[in-house]
């Protein structure tokens, strides 16, 4: 967390890694926190701009998520992107619990 600063519209935290109010402090004013991987804790007391729980999956949600990456609306985070034959250095990132960003593997 100390190698990224925001602030950010979107903070999605995928591995339980980041705290609420370190999210909190990434965002823009209008900005919101996604704590995919929340604690019990989390879930109980996220509220306005934090958001926890499990979500339905929509595929028209993937299609305006690509939408928004394709346009540069949406610009992600990524630390690395490498080869398929590379997976086992991908997986040992973010093993690691200090990647900063996505780890894209690409077939």
């Known amino acids: 967390m100390a190698q990224i600063s925001g602030p950010f519209d979107v903070v ?7 705290s609420t109010p370190a999210g909190r402090a990434l965002l823009s004013d209008d900005g919101s926190l996604v704590l ?3 604690s019990l804790w989390q879930l109980i ?7 926890a729980g499990v979500s339905g999956s929509r595929p028209e949600h993937m299609a305006r998520l690509l ?11 990524i630390q690395e ?4 034959d590379e ?11 200090r990647k900063v960003g996505n780890v894209v593997v690409r077939p």
């Not at 007391?45 to 958001?51: E, F, L």
């Not at 939408?67 to 985070?77: I, K, N, Q, Y």
């Open 12 to 18: 999605v935290d995928t591995v339980g890694a980041v």
């Open 36 to 38: 995919v991987l929340a």
């Open 45 to 51: 007391t996220a509220r306005g701009r934090v958001k």
């Open 67 to 77: 939408a928004l990456v394709a346009s540069g609306e949406l610009d992600p985070v």
């Open 81 to 84: 992107s490498m080869p398929l």
């Open 87 to 97: 997976i086992a250095r991908a997986y040992a990132i973010v093993d690691s619990g």
